[in-house]
């Protein structure tokens, strides 16, 4: 008997295409061009200047290359993990090889997606779960997020749960894989496992087969926070790590049941589009887990854990009662599993001609994402076209107070950002004179002390930075006696600016105000009286 030739991918997609119908040709090139588009609005929405978040992460990073401790010398509260990923997109080359880091995690991301749901749920789904997550990564997302960076690890290990389950047993390595993969979700942020908490919901029902799954991934997820914990205990930043990581994220997220309720809306709100198939997807899985006929569908373990998964996820994103939309982005890998779904039941009962429902798919991502988002722009560029000399955009107000920085300072002063506005920073190519950067930590209840703020106003004195820019921040009060008298704080934060009296009393004593020109310009930036002193 002959051998039979050997096939590479490129010769299967040949002979698959010529084997097609003139429909599934259409249907085939409307996808690559629909995916095509998506991803590259995903890919451009990457290259936007980075968020709050975004350059606070950025700062510590930059922090790390110089030898400087994370939460020693620079604080904020995410895991160490997000510094790092963002360390390796400076280290490639600055802002654009952070868009080249951030870029890969997207397409990996969008790649794992589709392999997910393909395995389980075949081609047409998955083509359409991936244009969901395009669009909602594009549409939540904001370039280098937690959220974004999670993406991956998650549905990586979702694919190894998808084999480890297939195999009917242990696979030691693939176990540990996954607990691995935990560990270092934990380690960008703690309420973004819950991929693993499902798994280890779903293993317990079947404690006698996962018993040794559930102990080597615990193992993974333990070697790695072990390693991270040494090394951050070597450069002796673990106190910190923990204060920062723990203390104040327990009292970062302590919402009423007003601000959960307010998350949940926002969610709805921010996922109005998919929502519906979301919840149609689970309850479809439900029904179709539970009505007691089983095909030995390619999906039949997948699906229970999903259905497990969807209202952990829902739960870990709303627990810390913030409206914020890219913590949504945490559901989207549960989100294609639904999705993949609903389309697999749909096609599968010939409820629609396949065709048909291909391009009817199609035609809903067209008009829900390009339409919204690219009508707009159109209709912008028209009428500068058709009204020459209208009024440009505003001037954004962390670069004019970035180039009053570099004028009036020497590239080794250092100049203190009252506010969360660490892009200042970055764009004047200054360092903050204490590891404060940003103040909100200073007044959050049940971390906020004497202590921390002592220590934050001490630096600050000390220091004597070149400029102070007060960014007028809601959350905090103005360092201008007259603005502070009519201060309305936001609420869920500390209400005293007498905490910081030292601190106002040191800039009305040592710094004045530096007048603009600009009438949109609403920072107040303060310059040393008797600078060099």
Known sequence: MAARPVLTSLDKLRLGYSGMTVPQKLAWAGWAAVLAVLAFDALHGLSSPPSRDTSAFMYVAQGILRGEAPYLDRWDHKGPVTYLIHALGLLVSGSWGAWLVNSVILLVSAWLAFRLTRLHFGVQAALFSVAIFLVYSEKLGGGGLTEEHALPFQLLALLLFARVERRERADVWTCLAIGALGGVTFLLRGNLVGVWLAMGVYWLFRWRDSRARIAWSVVGGLSVLTAVSAVLAAVGAWAEYWDATVVYNLAYSDPSLYDILDAGDSLARHMSWVALPLAVGWCAGVWHQFRGEKRGEAFERILPFALILGPIEVALTLMSGFPWSHYYLALLPVGVVYVGFLVWLVASNKLVAPAFLTFLLMLAVVNFHFVPTHY?????????????????????????????????????????????QTRIYLLAGRDSPTRFFYQYPLLKPGYADEVNRGEFISDVISARPAMIIDTRNGRLPPLDEPDRANWQPKARYEHDPAAFQALFDFVESEYEPVESDEDWFRYRVYALKTPGR
């Open 376 to 420: 707009p722009r159109i209709k912008d560029a028209v009428y500068g076209i058709m009204r020459p000399g209208t009024a440009g955009p505003v001037p954004n107000a962390d670069e004019r107070a970035a180039e009053l920085v570099k004028q009036a300072t020497d590239a080794d002063d250092t100049i203190l950002v009252w506010g969360a």
